[in-house]
């Protein structure tokens, strides 16, 4: 059964560009979570999307934002791009929502470069 | 979510040995996750753990819960060299983020 599934794996953008991230979950998963993870900061959640609706965010400013479609693919994107937004970006997927004790798993990561 | 506290930050070991790591929590988590992290790749689940006390094998893993929910440790044991990698643990409360500890990063020295 295909895993978590990101594209791009790797990008380079510009200082106030905005770039668009995306996720498709395992077959029959409908939560997929966003985090992004840096050398100096581990991995911070972003947000989480059930069902099209966010069910849950993290302390990241509004330029970082997402949504679900009805397929259960989400994507996420950052507006006005920041040298410190260069980072690992994770997207994890479920059956359920998270809490739910049912198992997160993770894709292979869009590596952000901004520059 | 919060910072968990993971321990050790990073480790040495040799092939063949037994390892411990665990992370810790000012709060009462209701899940308890481990996840192992090759250079360049996302993170990979070993064990799950959802029961205060449960105490959980996945091969050569073995992880537990702890009774106060605020905390949990994983052994390897007999380590060869592909256990290389970073390991994460993460836990979920009440609110139902996941929160991640720092990660330890093993290296076996062969």
């Known amino acids: 059964k295909a895993g978590v599934t990101q594209t791009p794996r790797y990008l380079i953008k510009t200082r106030g560009q905005q770039v668009t991230l995306s996720c498709s979950p395992i077959?029959?998963?409908?939560?997929v979570s966003w985090y992004q993870q840096t050398p100096g900061q581990g991995l911070q959640f972003l947000f989480e999307?059930?069902?099209?609706?966010?069910?849950n965010k993290g302390n990241f400013p509004g330029r970082f934002s997402g949504r679900q479609f009805s397929n259960s693919r989400s994507e996420m994107n950052v507006s006005t791009l920041e040298l410190g937004d260069s980072a690992l970006y994770l997207c994890?997927?479920?059956?359920?929502?998270?809490?739910?004790?049912?198992?997160?798993?993770f894709g292979e990561g869009s590596w952000l470069t901004v520059v | 979510g919060q910072q968990l506290n993971q321990s050790p930050q990073s480790m040495f070991i040799q092939e063949g040995e037994d390892v411990s790591m665990n992370c810790t929590s000012s709060?009462?988590?209701?899940?308890w996750l481990w996840y192992k992290q090759d250079p360049g790749e996302g993170p990979v689940l070993l064990i799950a753990?959802?029961?205060?006390?449960e105490l959980t094998s996945n091969g050569r893993l073995t992880a537990q819960f702890g009774i106060t929910r605020k905390d949990s440790f994983l052994n390897i044991s007999a380590s060869i060299p592909s256990d290389v990698g970073i390991y994460f643990c993460?836990?979920?409360?009440?609110?139902?983020?996941?929160?991640f500890g720092a990660g330890t990063t093993v290296t076996v020295r062969a």
């Open positions: 994890a997927s479920s059956r359920e929502p998270t809490g739910r004790g049912n198992t997160i798993y």
């Open positions: 077959s029959g998963h409908r939560s």
């Open positions: 999307y059930f069902s099209e609706t966010q069910r």
């Open positions: 709060s009462i988590f209701n899940t």
């Open positions: 753990l959802y029961k205060a006390g």
């Open positions: 993460a836990g979920q409360g009440n609110d139902y983020k996941l929160s």
